[in-house]
């Protein structure tokens, strides 16, 4: 499923940079809670769960059973063991569950690792039960200021890859064709870390990160200067502030 071969080293860089501390999505807690309206006993599938940063959030946020999918035997490693949390082997077109036994589906940063995204989008209408979301965490290409933000403002030729990712309305008629229709479409901020700890973890990130794997050396280290030059203009200021990153949360039904 994945544009990235997940071993054992990538899924612990990713493990390491990539999980935005909790404190930093208080933003997406509250847009979660709008759309799905969590209450106990609520089964939601995190498709896509890499290292279990959204099941460990949803069940800590909510109190929800939690069903983290993910095909990777390397992410699934990196998911913690613990009461609420089922870690589960598969993917978004072989979800391993009944049908109409699922209230909720939230896929974050992985709709461009799905190679059938209509067959996917009818596998999750399989598994939800009738009027459960679809809660989709994504930057989209048509929306291209959803993907120019930090930290990608350094690194412009990430645009490369991000242009291949589906796009808004792409993603939209996949779910159509599966009987969904798009209920809300918002915004969400998200707070990552200073420009000083991005540069201290920016190689490991560009292991871990699907767009900044396509740079060239020249290009990669061309944004880091210029992260390097941010960090030295930050540091003039008495207390920098981390940094804001937007990405859309589409909700489908």
Known sequence: MARIAYDDQTAAAYKA???IP???????????????????????ADIGAGTGAFSTAFSDWFGLSVLAVEPSAAMRAQIPRRPGIQVVEGDAGALPFPDGSVDGAWMSLMIHHIPDM????????????????????????????MTRTFPWEFFPETVRTTDTFPSLEQTCQAFTSAGFRRDALEPVPETMFSLAEFLAQVDVFRRSATIMRGLTEEEFQ?????????VQDAERTPSPEPRANWLDLLVLR
Do not use: F, N
């Open 118 to 145: 209509e067959a996917a989008a009818r596998e999750i209408r399989r598994v939800l039960r009738p009027g459960a979301p679809v809660l989709i965490r994504q930057g989209y290409p048509d929306r291209p200021y």
């Open 222 to 230: 061309r944004g880091k200067e210029q992260l390097r030059r941010a």
């Open 22 to 44: 909790r404190d930093g999505l208080e933003e997406w807690r509250e847009a979660i809670r709008r759309h799905l309206s969590p209450s106990p006993g609520m089964t939601v």
């Open 17 to 19: 940079v990539r999980e």
